[in-house]
């Protein structure tokens, strides 16, 4: 009650040209669609490949100029689907700043920085994110249900976690310190950032055993923050999952917005939760 309505308005619709090219790009309910998902995700595989081919030096060593030719290959077939992309929604700029839109472009760059500085081809490696888009190709909506699932919870119970680890923190500030005060420079606490270093790895029960307590006051320490480190470990997960179980689930649908191209929208909505624009 007395909250204004926002008001949506549908832009104006594409030609038809770029309507088949969004038809054939977002969306995964027709032959075409289904066809270049396929496609896509097969070059994209064989990109990441490829960059990985290339690390090894062997190969790199007798097949490096194929390998070559084959990234700059999919480099300008990714950079060609890119610019469909963009041509085919009626807002360009809301798809190249939302999450897939980022890595689209990430996936492109790193060639050309690659021809400035020497080893930026590795970033390639990022491409093997957009097999995200397997779930559409198989029409599993439902995994993009899940992942918003997951997504609204982890933002339900940011604020907890925030107080949570910044409680932790102080604990490894303290052990720390003390820490550095019972063992000092002899047992390798030469200072108390190095000393909260101890105190991390030790109450997440990692223990690399690069640094170990030597006196019997501190192995007592050490073993007072290794149990904490059981109990504190199960703080997050109560918490993520109480709010995840709060989490209201409905039908997701896989149809992509033609005005900015984002996904993953209620299967019962009308308007694109993203941009507003109508559906």
């Not at 690399?208 to 050490?222: K, N, R, S």
């Amino acid at each position: 009650m007395g909250k204004k309505l926002k008001k949506y308005s549908q832009g104006e619709p594409l030609a038809p040209w770029r309507e088949k090219i969004h038809e054939v790009i977002f969306e995964a309910d027709t032959p075409a669609g289904k066809t270049f998902d396929a496609v896509l995700i097969a070059a994209i595989t064989l990109s990441v490949i490829a960059v990985m081919l290339d690390s090894v030096e062997t190969i790199k060593y007798e097949y490096g100029h194929i390998l070559d030719i084959l990234e700059w290959g999919f480099t300008f077939l990714f950079l060609v689907e890119y610019i469909l992309r963009l041509i085919s929604v009626r807002k360009p700029l809301l798809y190249a700043t939302s999450f897939l839109g980022v890595v689209d472009l990430l996936s492109i760059l790193p060639s050309f920085v690659s021809l400035f500085y020497t080893g930026a081809e590795t970033l390639l490696v990022i491409r093997v994110l957009r097999v995200l888009r397997v779930f559409r190709v198989f029409k599993l909506a439902e995994y993009l249900g899940e992942a918003d699932y997951l997504m609204r919870a982890l933002r339900s119970s940011r604020r907890k976690i925030a107080v949570f680890l910044y409680t932790v923190f102080i604990f490894v500030v303290i052990f720390g310190s003390i820490m550095y005060l019972v063992e000092g420079e002899d047992s390798g606490f030469t200072s108390i950032p190095k000393a909260v270093y101890w105190a991390i790895i030790t109450l997440t029960t990692v223990g690399y055993g690069d640094i170990v307590p030597q006196t019997h006051l501190g192995q007592m320490i050490a073993s007072t923050v290794m149990i904490m480190g059981y109990a504190i470990i199960a703080v997050p997960t109560g918490i993520y999952s109480t709010e995840l179980a709060k989490v209201y689930k409905q039908s997701i649908t896989n149809n992509a917005c033609i005005n900015c191209g984002e996904e993953g929208h209620d299967e019962d909505a009308i308007f694109c939760k993203f941009c507003g624009e109508k559906l």
